[in-house]
């Protein structure tokens, strides 16, 4: 599995950001596929997930953030995902990764200023 992870940057409180993970080389049926963030001198931490069309969101981005997916035509050992970062505020400053199963894109720097 190769996940290659793309967005992230600064913005103002109130602002949005989009980040993307292409991955490739997944197995079938294909797994969920998650965005876990790391904020500063904090552990890692859900926050949203997708499988097969469904979505999970911790409360922290419930309502704010969205998770989606695209699947290459005819071959569904790739998918690209997203998380669409709307109404951002400084608490979501963080290091954001993706993941299915154990694997993990190399992670992207996210801040908010206030």
């Not at 992870?5 to 596929?33: D, I, K, N, W």
């Not at 953030?65 to 709307?86: A, C, R």
């Not at 951002?88 to 908010?112: H, M, R």
Request: with cysteine.
């Amino acid at each position: 599995v190769h996940l290659v992870q793309s967005g992230g940057g600064e913005v103002q409180a109130g602002g949005s950001l989009r980040l993307s993970c292409a991955a490739s080389g997944l197995p079938l049926p294909r797994p969920a596929m998650a965005w876990f963030r790391q904020r500063q001198g904090k552990e890692r931490e859900f926050v949203a997930r997708i499988n097969r069309g469904s979505t999970f969101y911790a409360g922290a981005v419930r309502g704010r953030f969205t998770m989606s997916e695209d699947t290459e035509s005819g071959d569904y050992t790739k998918v690209t995902v997203y998380l669409q970062m709307n109404d951002l505020k400084p608490e979501d400053t963080a290091v954001y990764y993706c993941n299915t199963d154990f694997n993990w894109s190399q992670g992207a720097q996210v801040t908010v200023s206030s």
